[in-house]
Every structure is written in structure tokens, then in C-alpha cells.
Nanobody, 124 residues
Framework: QVQLVESGGGLVQAGGSLRLSCAAS????????MGWFRQAPGKEREFVAG????????NYADWVKGRFTISRDNAKNTVYLQMNSLKPEDTAVYYC?????????????????WGQGTRVTISS
């Protein structure tokens, strides 16, 4: 099993930045792909970004448009999401997820492990 714990959420003004972290423990060797998803109130959980173990292969949702950057530090078993130019519509609970398969999936049912989420609130 793998345990994922997110941190770094909070309240920031529009235009600001946040860096989310997700620390993995347990059988981390099975976390070949890590992803970030988010869920706004009343909406479905949606894909934000994903990264393979090598760190060089990434995928982003189209709406990210260069504002967010995903990265990972395998030595620390941690994945990050740097979020810049934040907008009120980015307000959501952000979840970290992991999967043992090697391709970067964008749907929630293709991930094997999930964290509890960290809340991000952007004020206008």
C-alpha cells in the first residue's frame, strides 16, 4: 500500500502563488506515475497534471496554460505542484494520486492511491 499526504494549501489573493506538496510513504516503488487532481464545490474531480517517475515526462490539463508546474523528487518520495497566477476559479480541494502503470492517465479511475486533499482558496 501507498499513503499520500498533501500539504501547502491555503488562502491567497488572485495573482498569487502556492506550492503544493505530496509526500508518499509505504510501497513507493509502485508509484510510477503521480498526478494532481482538483475538485471544486459542486463539480467533478478533474485532472490537473501528471508526471512519470523519470520526471521528464509530464502532462497538463489544457486550461493550465503554463501557470502550473508539476515536479517530483524521488529521493524524498515527494511530488510538487507549483501554481502561479492563481485565479478565483482555481479554488478547489487539490488531491494527489498515484498509479503503478507507466502512462500518465487523466481520469480518476485509473489511479490506485489517493491522498486526503488540501484546500486551496483564491480570493478576488
Amino acid at each position: 500500500q501507498v499513503q499520500l499526504v498533501e500539504s501547502g494549501g491555503g488562502l491567497v489573493q488572485a495573482g498569487g502563488s502556492l506550492r503544493l506538496s505530496c509526500a508518499a510513504s509505504g510501497r513507493t516503488s509502485t508509484n510510477n506515475v503521480m498526478g494532481w487532481f482538483r475538485q471544486a464545490p459542486g463539480k467533478e474531480r478533474e485532472f490537473v497534471a501528471g508526471i512519470r517517475r523519470n520526471g521528464g515526462d509530464t502532462n497538463y490539463a489544457d486550461w493550465v496554460k503554463g501557470r502550473f508546474t508539476i515536479s517530483r523528487d524521488n529521493a524524498k518520495n515527494t511530488v510538487y505542484l507549483q501554481m502561479n497566477s492563481l485565479k478565483p476559479e482555481d479554488t478547489a480541494v487539490y488531491y494527489c494520486a498515484g498509479r503503478w502503470r507507466f502512462s500518465i492517465a487523466t481520469s480518476t479511475d485509473e489511479y490506485d492511491y489517493w491522498g486526503q486533499g488540501t484546500r486551496v482558496t483564491i480570493s478576488s
